[in-house]
């Protein structure tokens, strides 16, 4: 989680910590596909092996991902938005 703001040297609680994350992870997910009418995941392992082809082949297009237009429009914003500050910004005097 991004608003996690330190981490634990105790290794159970970190490890009780990736499995509470895992598993609101793996609900998110399913459902989402849930929603989409596509059958959930059985475990985090699954959601794991999904991202990885993912990973492996951005452009596939049996991914559900692919057709889902807000998913789409909301990477063409970030695209944008990555491309706005990157270029440099001046301000004009009057």
Do not use: C, H
Not at 30 to 49: C, H, S, T, V
Not at 55 to 81: H, V
Request: aromatic share 4%.
């Amino acid at each position: 989680s991004r608003d996690r703001k330190e981490l634990s040297l105790n290794e159970q609680k970190r490890e009780q910590w990736q499995k509470s994350f895992d598993k609101q992870r793996l609900a998110i997910e399913n459902a989402r596909r849930k929603y989409r009418g596509e059958k959930p995941l059985a475990d985090i392992e699954a959601l794991r092996d999904q991202e990885r082809e993912r990973a492996l082949d951005p452009e596939s297009e049996t991914d559900s991902l692919k057709k889902d237009p807000y998913i789409k429009e909301s990477g063409e914003i970030l695209g944008d938005l990555m491309d706005l500050m990157n270029k440099p910004i001046v301000a004009k005097e009057d």
